[in-house]
Structures are given as structure tokens and as C-alpha cells.
């Protein structure tokens, strides 16, 4: 799993029956969560502040009010400015309401600094998907650059053991989504190297599953990937969960309930997909424009101004490095080492900056990165320190 440790966006949690744990280094303050049933038992609004998540534990809610429930609390999610994770916690006997467009459906048993962890994670990933959709806008669509196998296909879902189920994955998969099957961990990576899956279901013994999980996470490309591992107590999902599992499905559950929570994983993947697709597009195309001269000043105005205003809706800003050699105390005596000092600079910031992370170079600005956060600034400082401690005299 691509582990975060902290929140992309701070803000209250929307819960009903859980409320999520917090971490200890400044997060918002509990009295800010709103208590959804409470609020929805008196028909109020919920604040305005942007919550780091929506978490609802089904068993929580009474059948009877549940379809008033849901569409009272998704009438409040559509009013938000931009999207935030929303989970439904449950397990196989609960009842999911078709038609909601969640995060992610978790197992309840899922520890609390997991279920963190996952909204660490879901929230980045959200933001990732919005950088992309970004710079699809501001740069338009990137001809004549390949698509990496792993990010080309139609929906697709891996079912990894030979626990004999096959046909019931495939029964609650969507007509739409090919279920692929493998034995072990070994083959479902080399299919998953040759064309895109959008989650995968672990279906086999605890050891085995467990070293499956942990095959496919040590692999970059899929670090995100939703991962649903089976298994039959819940004595082992805590581990399960802890080695990387995205959900755990434990002992039996309801055909529709399967299906729901097979649907939100792949919808989940294949919107991770097209994120990573585009971005990889564009840091080609943006490699590209450094021997092309760069990016013109008002492309990249461009970037900065619909960039920094996507952020002010979170509460976040935008930060701007300029990658000048002065800034890291750096002496030119002439341009071609500048031209040079330049291209060492950027391709430092490449490796070391996310890639939802703007690097590139501006005509008559110079090279620069834009980063989604302060700490990515610290980071990329140091690192390029570092590096030119021991490269550059």
C-alpha cells in the first residue's frame, strides 16, 4: 500500500457510529466533528468547514430511517466543494443501499490507525486525480505519448488463489469488468505487468495471502491498488489489514454486499488508474519541454492560478520553488554551465518530488517546482543540498 501517515487536508470528521481516531501532531479539534445522526434527527445543516472524511458505520443506523438517512446525508455531500473520502463500514450480513458513490465499503474490524491510514491515503489519492484532471485542462491532451501496459485496458478485476470461488467473483463483478484469475502471487504480477487491473481480490490461505498482499505493495505501480484479501475469522484481519489490505472480507457474505463492495473497489482503481496515466503522460511531455525551451510564462501562469485556486478549497496552499543555483550557493561562469547546473537541478526535483508535483522549466523564469505542501519544500531542499555537496565543486 502507498502508506501516508498524515492528512493531506485537516478538517472535522462526519461520522455516524465511529468516529475516526486522530493523529497526535495537530490535527482538527474533536469538538468541530458533526455526529451525523444527531444532526440528521434534527434535520440541520452540517458546517461549512471541509471534513477529512465521512465515515458511517451501517450497524449504527436504523433500517427504517436508513434510505432517509442517505439521502439527506448525500444531498449535504453534493453541496461540498470538491470531494472528500466517505466510507461505509459494515460486514457480510449488512445491507448496502445501492447507488452510493463511496470511497470505499471496510470491513468494520479494520484498526483504527488503518482505517487512518486509508484516509491518508484516499485523500492524496483524490488529489492526485484532481492534479490530473487539472492539467488536462491547462495543457490539453498529450499526443504521441505511450501508455505503460499496466495503465491500458478495459476495468478489470484480479482474483489471486485457488480457493475454488472464481465464479463467485465473477458473479459479483459487474457484466462490464473482466475477471481475471491467478494461482499465486507470482502470476497475477506478471499479468498485472502486461495490462491494467483496477483491484484485486487475495482469495487463498492466510500465509499465502499475506505474502501475496506484500508482493504486489513492494511493487511501485501498484502500491495504490485496491486490495480486498479473504478471510474466514476475524482473528486474522487485523493482520491482514496491517500487511496492506485495503478491506477484508471475513466468513460469508450477502451476494448484493459483495458486489457492492467489489463495485466500490474497482471504481476507486480505475479512477486511481486514469490519474496515474495522465500524470506519467505529462511528466514526459514536461521532460519533453526542457530541450523544447520550456513551458511559456503563460502556461504556466496559467497552472499556478487554477492550481493554487483548487487548494484554497481545502484550506491549502501552493508552494513555489525556483531552482536557481544561487539558492543552494551555487557560482556561474558562464551559461553553459548554467544550462547544465539547470538540467541537474530539475532532474533532482524529478526524482525526489511526487507526481503530483509540477517540475519543470519556464521560459526566461528557469526551472521550478511547485509542491502541494510546505514539508515537500523542506524535503526537496535538503535533498538537493545533499546531492550537490557531493556532485558539485
Not at 83 to 95: C, T
Not at 130 to 135: D, G, I, K, N, P
Not at 144 to 163: E, I, Q, W
Request: aromatic fraction near 8%; charge should be negative; hydrophobic fraction near 40%.
Amino acid at each position: 500500500m502507498d502508506y501516508e501517515t498524515s492528512l493531506s487536508w485537516r478538517g472535522p470528521y462526519w461520522y455516524a457510529g465511529r468516529r475516526p481516531k486522530r493523529n497526535s501532531n495537530g490535527d482538527a479539534p474533536e469538538d468541530l466533528d458533526v455526529a451525523l445522526l444527531n444532526m440528521f434527527e434534527r434535520d440541520g445543516t452540517p458546517p461549512t468547514a471541509l471534513p477529512a472524511a465521512i465515515v458511517v458505520d451501517i450497524k449504527n443506523l436504523i433500517d427504517g430511517d436508513n434510505e432517509a438517512f442517505f439521502d439527506w446525508l448525500q444531498r449535504h455531500i453534493r453541496a461540498l466543494p470538491c470531494d472528500v473520502p466517505f466510507y461505509i463500514l459494515a460486514d457480510g450480513d449488512d445491507l448496502i443501499p445501492d447507488g452510493l458513490q463511496v470511497t470505499a465499503i471496510i470491513d468494520r474490524v479494520v484498526p483504527d490507525d488503518v482505517l487512518l491510514m486509508l484516509i491518508c491515503i484516499h485523500q492524496r489519492s483524490l488529489m492526485r486525480s484532481e492534479e490530473a484532471q487539472l492539467r488536462r485542462k491547462v495543457f490539453g491532451r498529450i499526443p504521441d505519448f505511450g501508455t505503460a501496459p499496466h495503465h491500458t485496458g478495459s476495468s478489470s478485476l484480479m482474483v489471486v488463489g485457488v480457493s475454488g470461488r472464481f465464479l463467485e467473483w465473477q458473479d459479483a463483478s459487474d457484466q462490464k469488468v473482466e475477471v481475471v484469475g491467478a494461482f499465486d502471487g507470482k502470476m497475477a504480477m506478471e499479468f498485472m505487468s502486461m495490462r491494467a487491473f483496477d483491484a484485486v481480490v487475495i482469495d487463498a490461505a492466510f500465509d499465502d495471502a499475506v505474502e501475496y498482499i506484500r508482493q504486489i505493495r513492494r511493487d511501485a505501480r501498484f502500491a495504490g491498488l485496491p486490495v480486498l484479501a479473504v478471510c474466514e475469522g476475524e482473528e486474522d484481519s487485523a493482520l491482514l489489514f496491517r500487511n496492506g489490505a485495503s478491506d477484508v472480507i471475513v466468513g460469508e457474505n450477502r451476494k448484493e454486499t459483495l458486489a457492492r463492495r467489489i463495485t466500490s473497489a474497482i471504481r476507486f482503481g480505475k479512477r486511481r488508474r486514469l490519474a496515474d496515466r495522465i500524470l506519467a503522460e505529462s511528466q514526459m511531455w514536461l521532460r519533453q519541454q526542457i530541450t523544447e525551451g520550456g513551458l511559456s510564462a503563460g502556461e504556466y501562469t496559467n497552472y499556478l492560478e487554477t492550481c493554487s485556486n483548487a487548494l484554497a478549497v481545502r484550506g491549502l496552499d501552493l508552494w513555489e520553488m525556483r531552482l536557481q543555483p544561487e539558492s543552494f550557493g551555487l557560482e556561474v561562469s558562464s551559461a553553459d554551465e548554467l544550462d547544465e547546473i539547470h538540467t541537474t537541478l530539475l532532474s533532482i526535483a524529478d526524482a525526489t518530488s511526487r507526481d503530483e508535483d509540477l517540475v519543470c522549466l519556464v521560459k526566461d523564469l528557469g526551472p521550478v517546482a511547485v509542491l502541494k505542501n510546505e514539508a515537500g519544500t523542506v524535503r526537496l531542499q535538503k535533498r538537493i543540498s545533499s546531492i550537490l555537496t557531493h556532485t558539485v565543486r
